[in-house]
């Protein structure tokens, strides 16, 4: 049978478990910030890099609570190396928009839109909703330091699997 961790071994692998948590948050909160407050609307690659993070949090949160509960080390672990697998497919979607953003490959053809606004009439907002599409996923709304959000988020998600690795691996 497994012995429950030490209190040094909790509170090492809960900081690894913590970290990559508030990271994942960070992450995902700054993706939800850029789209509701700057105005940038998220193409449906955009959305869909970040769900790893929708899952990889709660995940991140019963590490910590496994931790800190001071369940066995292999439970603590294995919620770990699932946040950092989920966080290399993140990473490996990132890498994909933006071999699309480049024009290295084609993207999907439900991406190939360009963007159109709703209207503010009321009378013809339905018809609005139905004719709205995303913008393209073929160009990037912005670019920082020459990489887009795609760009920043396989760099952030590799960051982040990094942490959830070596927390998973680390001898206590």
């Known amino acids: 049978m ?3 961790l030490s209190t040094a071994a909790s509170r090492t692998l809960a900081g690894y478990a913590a970290a990559a948590t508030l990271g994942m948050t960070a992450t995902v909160g700054g993706a939800l910030a850029f789209q509701h407050v700057g105005g940038y609307i998220p193409c449906a690659l955009c959305l869909l890099q970040r769900d790893p993070y929708y899952y990889g949090i709660p995940i991140g949160v019963a590490a910590i609570l496994a931790a800190v509960f001071r369940l066995p080390a ?7 190396a699932v946040v950092g697998i989920l966080m290399l497919v993140g990473a490996g979607m990132g890498v994909y928009h933006s071999g699309v953003e480049w024009g290295f490959w084609e993207g999907p053809a439900t991406c190939a839109t360009s963007a159109t606004g709703v209207a503010t009439n009321a009378g013809s907002l339905l018809d609005d909703l139905n004719a709205y599409r995303g913008p393209s996923c ?4 912005l670019r920082v330091l020459g990489l887009s959000f795609a ?11 990094a942490v959830a690795f070596i927390g998973a691996t680390r001898k206590t």
């Not at 073929?138 to 709304?141: I, L, R, V």
């Not at 760009?151 to 699997?161: E, K």
């Open 2 to 4: 497994a012995s429950a």
């Open 138 to 141: 073929t160009e990037a709304s």
């Open 151 to 161: 760009g920043w988020n396989v760099i952030a998600s590799l960051a982040l699997a």
């Open 74 to 80: 292999w439970s603590v672990r294995g919620l770990l």
